[in-house]
């Protein structure tokens, strides 16, 4: 019998904001309900966590990553292109990942996206 695959992400959102209003600055839990909320299409309050983890961890290649795929998400085309300038300029390499990732499908054509990853030489752009 074929897994049915979970779609209501309730009980884990509740879990983490849980968690969030008993310790404000848990990143980890943040970043995890951040994804939660996006997965549950709630856009707007996961790239309110992912702009508080930017201004928290200004270091994070992961939290400038997470936040352009937010902002691309809400069409924020250019603002998601510096966040993942960003992202890269901190090291962050998974460039696989980048091109197939489903949150940034509305910058595949989008001009300065395409500038972004030839500027960067991110192998494999020549196909995104």
């Known amino acids: 019998m074929a897994r ?3 779609t209501d992400l309730s009980f884990e959102i509740g879990f983490c904001e849980g968690i969030l ?3 404000i600055d848990d990143s980890t839990t943040m970043e995890l309900l951040a994804g939660f909320y996006t997965k549950a299409g709630r856009i707007d309050d996961g790239l309110a ?3 508080k983890l930017v201004a928290m961890n200004p270091d994070s290649a992961t939290a400038y990553y997470n936040l352009a795929c937010s902002l691309a998400l809400k069409d924020r085309k250019k603002e998601a292109v ?7 300029e901190k090291g962050y390499d ?11 499908k509305s910058l ?4 300065s996206f395409e500038a972004l990853l030839n500027e960067f030489e991110v192998p494999g752009s020549e196909t995104a």
């Not at 510096?82 to 992202?87: K, L, N, Y």
């Not at 998974?94 to 197939?100: A, H, I, Q, R, V």
């Not at 595949?108 to 001009?111: D, G, L, V």
């Open 49 to 51: 966590l992912d702009q």
């Open 4 to 6: 049915k695959v979970k």
């Open 21 to 23: 209003r008993r310790n």
């Open 108 to 111: 595949r054509e989008f001009r």
């Open 82 to 88: 510096d966040a993942i300038r960003s992202a890269i």
């Open 94 to 104: 998974d460039f696989s990942w980048m091109l197939k990732d489903p949150d940034l």
